[in-house]
């Protein structure tokens, strides 16, 4: 008899925490395919070439898949960062921030459902410590991965009697091409703003730079795809689950204080 071959769809996995995922899941077996704008360069991962900001080409995508493959496993790694004022920030780029980072994940889950729900599935998004604990001169991007997380909660029972298993995993620093791909308004744009902007930008690419390394942090994805009762929201790495657990004890103005001053 044919050995059955698991099938997980990977969201940006060109690069970073994505590309690493994609690594680790077909050296272990997985038919990978991977969607993003550019290709993932491992050369055992199919490529299917889509911007996730345009949800519908997303859901066309994976429903296509769907209609070849049983798919397993959605990983959904696509994200987009801005630093900006609040009070200048265009409408045009955050509108776009949570197409990528929220809505483009809403509509992967929609199209890989269908597929999942006779045997099952495994679905991660990864979000951010980010989304518990704001980003300086970025709410944008923490309240797309707030959004993200709470979403999960309420996917959990609606998914949980057809066996798919959704989990929303929250990754700290991470050493990767994102800290540079990062939209950053100028000192003209950011206008009084600018030097506490800049102060911020700084001290965050320093928090990823030097924080966990992609392969460390996609091992982790893996191995919450292995679990039998995975958690529904997972921070990687004890370092940032011990952050995790002391932000929700501690008083609010203790959190915002110590956050205030990791950027200042």
Not at 30 to 42: D, E, G, L, T, Y
Not at 115 to 122: E, F, P, T, V, Y
Not at 174 to 188: H, L
Request: aromatic share 10%; net charge positive; charged share 20%.
């Amino acid at each position: 008899m044919e050995r059955y071959v698991s099938t997980a769809v990977v969201v940006g996995g060109s690069s970073g925490i994505g590309l690493e995922t994609c690594t680790r899941l077909s050296a272990r077996g997985w038919n990978v395919i991977n969607i993003s704008r550019s290709p993932c360069k491992n050369v055992k991962v199919k490529n299917i070439i889509a911007d996730v900001a345009a949800g519908s080409t997303v859901t066309d995508v994976i429903s296509k898949i769907g209609e070849k493959y049983k798919i397993d496993a959605l990983i959904y790694c696509a994200g987009f960062s801005m630093a900006a004022p609040i009070e200048y920030a265009k409408e045009s780029d955050y509108r776009y921030l949570f197409d990528v980072n929220f809505f483009g994940a809403l509509k992967a889950v929609q199209a890989c459902i269908p597929s999942m729900k006779d045997r099952g599935g495994r679905i991660i998004l990864v979000g951010s410590l980010g989304g518990e604990i704001p980003i300086m001169f970025d709410p944008f991007y923490s309240s797309s991965k707030a959004a993200l997380e709470m979403f999960v909660r309420g996917a959990y029972h609606e998914l949980k009697p057809y066996n798919i298993k959704i989990t929303a995993f929250l990754p700290g620093g991470t050493s990767t091409g994102f800290t540079f791909k990062r939209k950053v308004y100028t000192d003209d744009e950011n206008k009084s703003y600018a030097r506490d902007l800049n102060k911020a930008v700084s001290a965050l690419a320093k928090m990823e730079q030097n924080g966990m390394s992609p392969a460390a942090v996609a091992e982790d994805i893996y191995s919450v795809m292995l679990m039998d009762k995975p958690p529904v929201i997972k921070a990687c790495g004890f370092k940032n689950s011990a952050y995790r657990i002391m932000s929700h004890i501690m008083p609010e103005k203790v959190t915002l204080y110590i956050n205030d001053r990791m950027y200042r």
